[in-house]
């Protein structure tokens, strides 16, 4: 069962989670992934314990190996961490140098400190559910998107990810990606933004 309503116009079928702000590069230079880029530690304010590697914690600006044995890999559904190293793997066979993950499966407290970030950057919740959203709203929480990177790989994703079920879900997030269609089928257009999938979302059975 793919997690992402098959056209845009019928709307979502699961509201989505926000990305942390990505990175951008051309695929050199920086950290290339590996497992040991997310165990670094993130502190929180307020004397919180910090992110970790357990929270599904990658640095900004750092990402993970594909093939890494970590939770933010780990605690994904299956189907799409499948999903991603197929097609990782096409990728690199095509010509694109590295791919990596900067964000995967993430825990709700990690969730709802990107959130409160973005609050305060975007000053405003209409502003920041643009980018980010609440735990209880996030993909990332379930285990049902993930983040590529870098630039060069997040195109080859989305011009080719297609044909392995996975699909660029918002105009606004080049690397942001969602098992959506069965693999081979067309994707549908991405939604302007994450705000504008959740406000099309039905409302949940009472």
């Known amino acids: 069962m793919r997690r992402w309503a098959v056209t845009a116009a ?14 951008s590069g ?3 230079g920086g950290d290339r992934g590996g497992g040991g880029a997310a165990s670094r530690m993130w502190d929180l304010p307020g004397g919180s314990e910090p992110l970790t590697e357990e929270d599904g914690y990658v640095p900004v600006g750092e990402g993970l190996a594909v093939d890494a044995d970590v939770p933010a890999l780990a605690n994904l559904d299956p189907e799409l961490l499948e999903a991603v190293r197929e097609a990782a793997a096409a990728a690199l066979d095509a010509g694109v140098d590295v791919v990596i993950v900067t964000g995967g499966w993430r825990s709700e407290r990690y969730q709802e ?6 609050l305060r950057e975007h000053r405003s919740e209409e502003e920041a559910r643009r980018w980010v959203a609440s735990p209880e709203e996030s993909a990332h929480v379930g285990g049902d ?5 870098y630039t060069n790989a997040a195109d080859w994703f989305s011009r080719f990810g ?5 699909c660029q879900t918002y105009a606004n997030e080049m690397w942001h990606y969602e098992l959506a269609v069965e693999p081979g089928e067309p994707c549908p257009h991405p939604v302007a933004d994450a705000s504008e999938k959740r406000a099309d979302a039905p409302a949940p059975e009472e």
Do not use: T
């Not at 998107?145 to 990177?149: C, E, T």
């Open 145 to 149: 998107a993930v983040d590529i990177g």
């Open 26 to 28: 051309d695929g050199g």
């Open 10 to 23: 019928a709307g979502a079928v699961l509201v989505s989670g926000g990305c942390a702000a990505q990175e």
């Open 113 to 118: 400190h990107l959130w409160e970030e973005a």
């Open 162 to 166: 297609y044909e392995y079920g996975l």
